[in-house]
Nanobody, 123 residues
Framework: VQLVESGGGSVQAGGSMKLSCGAS????????RGWYRQAPGQERELVAV??????TYADAVRGRFTVSQDKSKTTLYLQMNNLKTEDTAIYYC???????????????????WGQGTQVTVSS
């Protein structure tokens, strides 16, 4: 699964930006999918993920960011509002691998990652 992110760029603090993510001929499942980010000199961290209908946000972005997917489940979005300089990072789209079994969908526990898109917020 080759995820491709788009929508990154530069914005001033207080502005908004929307990231998109998808892969050719791929439909997101109910396993974990969402967004992580990595700022310079820091470890990669969770931003917002959807897992079997439940949504988890990092404390730093709750109330400002919204993760969603389209009805066809082929595109994942991250709407980012009231951006702050500390949101500057490379943002990665992720989707957890899965397989069909006799008992239904089984999430595999490992993730596919996109190549990342740079988001730069200036003061």
């Amino acid at each position: 699964v080759q995820l491709v992110e788009s929508g990154g760029g530069s914005v001033q603090a207080g502005g908004s930006m929307k990231l998109s993510c998808g892969a050719s001929q791929y439909t997101f499942t109910t396993c974990e999918r969402g967004w992580y980010r990595q700022a310079p000199g820091q470890e990669r961290e969770l931003v917002a993920v959807i897992n079997d209908g439940a949504i988890t946000y990092a404390d730093a972005v709750r109330g400002r960011f919204t993760v969603s997917q389209d009805k066809s489940k082929t595109t994942l979005y991250l709407q980012m509002n009231n951006l702050k300089t500390e949101d500057t990072a490379i943002y990665y789209c992720v989707t957890e691998a899965s397989r069909a079994t006799m008992l239904g969908l089984k999430c595999a526990g490992y993730k596919y990652w996109g190549q990342g898109t740079q988001v730069t917020v200036s003061s």
